[in-house]
């Protein structure tokens, strides 16, 4: 329950906003289909199949019950199309914003995404990919290699360079 209302102050504290209500059909469709019990899994989807159809047709955010999601996962401005290939791996404090595609089902293979990272409007990552922590990925940005820790993808396709840091270590004093 503590990560249903997590994701609903991330989103702005709305139940209508697109994110949070696509994150809370997901969370729900992921608890249901891991129900150990036939019997129960079996009653517990068919209001996620429901759920699905009428809800998410309208939030055009697809993110399947298989997708490994971590903490704090944030949708930002579902205003647009997301789509998530169900065996994608996210990290923890991933944010995404619209018009994002995450793995493809033409070829083998699926991105794993690392902790603390964020992808940009319209961008595309594709294939057998691992994205690392703290990775920044730009707008309109087409990736379909591996990105290390700590850089930034940018363009169609990605070119990758190293992030600077946020504040660089002041001179030390010359005696």
Same mark, same amino acid.
């Given at each position: ?88 791996? /996210? *990290? !923890?404090?991933?944010? $995404?914003?619209? @018009?994002? +595609? ?6 083998? #293979?699926?991105? &794993? /995404? *690392? !902790?603390?990272?964020? $992808?940009?409007? @319209?961008? +595309? ?6 994205? #690392?922590?703290? &990775? ?18 940018? #363009? ?20």
């Amino acid at each position: 329950m503590s990560t249903i209302l997590d994701d609903w102050r991330r989103h702005g504290r709305s139940v209508t906003d697109a994110g949070f209500v696509s994150l809370a059909i997901y969370r729900y469709g992921h608890w249901a289909v891991g129900l150990k019990s036939p019997v129960l899994r079996w009653l517990a989807t068919k209001p996620y199949g429901l759920m699905r159809l009428l809800i998410l047709s309208i939030t055009k955010v697809w993110i399947p019950p298989g997708t490994r999601i971590g903490k704090d996962f944030h949708i930002i401005h579902a205003e647009g199309p997301i789509s998530i290939h169900p065996d994608v791996e /996210i *990290g !923890d404090r991933c944010g $995404i914003m619209h @018009n994002v +595609t995450i793995g493809t089902n033409m070829g083998q #293979g699926v991105p &794993v /995404i *690392g !902790d603390d990272v964020f $992808i940009g409007v @319209n961008a +595309t990552v594709l294939g057998r990919i691992r994205v #690392g922590n703290r &990775v920044r990925i730009g707008a309109n940005t087409a990736v379909s290699t591996n990105v290390p820790d700590d850089h930034i993808a940018v #363009g169609s396709p990605a070119k990758i360079y190293p992030r600077l840091p946020l504040r660089t270590a002041p001179a030390a004093p010359k005696a």
